[in-house]
């Protein structure tokens, strides 16, 4: 299996927007609900949003409200849009999938979003 590749992050003052972009395998998409995942300085990784391919999405509750995750089939890529960006969301933000029997897919090294003015 391919690492999956992230890209798109980078510094943004508070109140600022990003989006993030990951190239996803059709196969494993077909099959297994891809998400975003991040992880803060000292922190634990962490659920952000997930999405099946039938457009299904869960979003974590600290970003429900000002986050999109999303899916380009033609372009085989999976998108996270968040807005209002604050402190606490910076993270390395990773995409990956999870099957059914609750393991993930192997980790990329994540694109790093740091918020602070």
């Known amino acids: 299996q391919e690492q999956l590749v992230e890209s798109g992050g980078g510094s943004v003052q508070p109140g600022g927007s990003l989006t993030l972009s990951c190239i996803i395998q059709p196969i494993i998409f077909r099959f297994w609900p891809m998400g975003w995942y991040r992880q803060a300085p000292g922190k634990q990784r962490e659920l952000v949003a997930t999405?099946?391919?039938?457009?299904?999405?869960n979003y974590a509750a600290s970003v429900k409200d000002r986050s999109t995750i999303s899916t380009n089939n033609a372009k085989n890529t999976m998108y996270l849009q968040m807005n209002n960006l604050t402190p606490e969301d910076t993270a390395v933000y990773y995409c990956?999938?999870?099957?059914?029997?609750?393991?993930?897919?192997?980790w990329g090294q994540g694109t790093l979003v740091t918020v602070s003015s």
């Open positions: 999405i099946t391919n039938s457009g299904v999405t």
């Open positions: 990956n999938f999870k099957k059914g029997n609750g393991d993930f897919g192997p």
